[in-house]
């Protein structure tokens, strides 16, 4: 992932303010262009934090939550058959997606911090984020997704590729 200007542009007033709006409750707000920009920083902060994490870390070890086991566990058993490699994003957007995806996710409100936070995640696990390889989640999601993936060996490709380049790169 590309470093780009993120939170760290807004120098340390800028981003405690950013971090200070988006704690805010929602309804304060409507439909704010500034938080909408500082929202989309906040998420791609954290979708590059993630990214360098699976790739400096072997993925099969990494825990993202203290319910790591409960959210993995119960996302199998409510989606069981969903292909977690390359996701389809009808499978989590389209209506009938919301209906199944909504129950699993609410399970985990008071649990999880920020369970329906707005978050991004990559389609294509083999790949980095992209506008093409990105779709907004909620955080939930985003973990249940994640966990499988580097649960089911999924995200070894980003560790193991960075690792390659990384020999490479000392011959």
Same mark, same amino acid.
């Given at each position: 992932?590309?470093?780009?200007?993120?939170?760290?542009?807004?120098?340390?007033?800028?981003? $405690?303010?950013?971090?200070?709006?988006?704690?805010?409750?929602?309804?304060? &707000?409507?439909?704010?262009?500034?938080?909408?920009?500082?929202?989309?920083?906040?998420?791609?902060?954290?979708?590059?934090? &993630?990214?360098?994490?699976?790739?400096?870390?072997?993925?099969?070890? %990494?825990?993202?939550?203290? %319910?790591? *086991?409960?959210?993995?566990?119960?996302?199998?058993?409510?989606?069981?058959?969903?292909?977690?490699?390359?996701? *389809?994003?009808? %499978?989590?957007?389209? @209506?009938?997606?919301?209906?199944?995806?909504?129950?699993?996710?609410?399970?985990?409100?008071? %649990?999880?911090?920020?369970?329906?936070?707005?978050?991004?995640?990559?389609?294509?696990?083999?790949?980095?984020?992209?506008?093409?390889?990105?779709?907004?989640?909620?955080?939930?999601?985003?973990? @249940?997704?994640?966990?499988?993936?580097?649960?089911?060996? &999924?995200?070894?490709?980003?560790?193991?590729?960075?690792?390659? $380049?990384?020999?490479?790169?000392? $011959?």
């Amino acid at each position: 992932m590309a470093a780009g200007n993120g939170l760290a542009s807004l120098g340390v007033e800028g981003a $405690s303010a950013a971090a200070h709006a988006l704690s805010l409750p929602a309804e304060e &707000y409507g439909n704010n262009p500034q938080l909408e920009v500082m929202w989309a920083m906040k998420a791609y902060q954290h979708a590059e934090i &993630y990214f360098n994490l699976i790739s400096s870390v072997d993925p099969k070890f %990494l825990k993202l939550t203290k %319910l790591d *086991d409960k959210i993995y566990s119960a996302f199998r058993k409510d989606f069981e058959d969903l292909n977690i490699q390359v996701l *389809d994003p009808e %499978l989590l957007k389209s @209506a009938e997606a919301k209906e199944k995806w909504r129950p699993f996710c609410n399970q985990f409100e008071g %649990l999880v911090e920020d369970f329906n936070y707005g978050t991004l995640l990559r389609l294509d696990c083999q790949k980095d984020y992209t506008e093409e390889n990105t779709i907004f989640a909620t955080r939930i999601q985003f973990f @249940a997704v994640e966990i499988a993936r580097n649960r089911e060996g &999924y995200n070894s490709a980003v560790y193991n590729a960075k690792k390659q $380049s990384s020999k490479e790169g000392q $011959s």
